[in-house]
């Protein structure tokens, strides 16, 4: 139909319901599919590959900060170690906040210090990108006049997302 029309058939699946619409609306803001980099240099799209159908807890954090950082991240772990087998099926993400600095060999360094296993996902990518998604998530935030807050006095906030049921926390 397409060929000879120029009008694409309807999906298997019918019109799209305004639910679905809005759905993807949501998705679509909150999860944007920017390419980033994960702690091995492998090219992951942010919604496909990290969070579509997931429960993710997310949080920021750059490879060399020696405030928050470092104690978030002992929380994190000992939260999951905490959870027990109730952390199967939780996926464990931080994001970097100074993404030039910020490499993959960086980030690998970061989890290699910490005593973190290979089940936790550190990304970084261009500024533009990680920028996008940790405001998407409500990490990065402006002020009254538009200016974006200063990365590096962020807090040690996590996020708990649960995709497939559009819940956040």
């Known amino acids: 139909l397409a060929s ?3 009008i694409a058939p309807p999906s298997a699946s ?3 319901t ?3 619409q809005t759905r ?3 998705r679509q803001r909150r999860t944007p599919n920017v390419a980033l980099l994960d702690q091995d240099g492998r090219l992951l799209r ?3 590959d990290v969070m579509k159908d997931r429960k993710v807890l997310i949080n920021v954090m750059y490879s060399v900060c020696s405030n ?3 104690p978030a991240t002992r929380n994190l772990i000992e939260a999951r170690r905490l959870l027990g087998d109730d952390a199967k099926g939780l996926r464990f993400v ?3 906040l100074t993404p030039l600095s910020d490499t993959p060999d960086a980030l690998r360094a970061y989890k290699q210090q910490h005593g973190i296993g290979a089940d936790w996902t550190f990304l970084t990518g261009t500024p533009r990108n990680m920028e996008r998604v940790q405001r998407a998530l409500g990490f990065i935030g402006s002020d009254d006049n538009g200016d974006t807050d200063d990365l590096l ?3 040690a906030m996590a996020k708990l997302c649960d995709e497939r049921n559009l819940r956040w926390s």
Request: charged share 15%; aromatic share 8%; net charge negative.
């Open 4 to 6: 000879t029309t120029g």
């Open 14 to 16: 019918g019109p799209r």
């Open 18 to 20: 305004p639910e679905a």
């Open 24 to 26: 993807e609306s949501l």
């Open 46 to 48: 942010f919604y496909d």
């Open 68 to 70: 928050v950082c470092p």
């Open 94 to 96: 931080s994001m970097s």
């Open 153 to 155: 006095s962020h807090s």
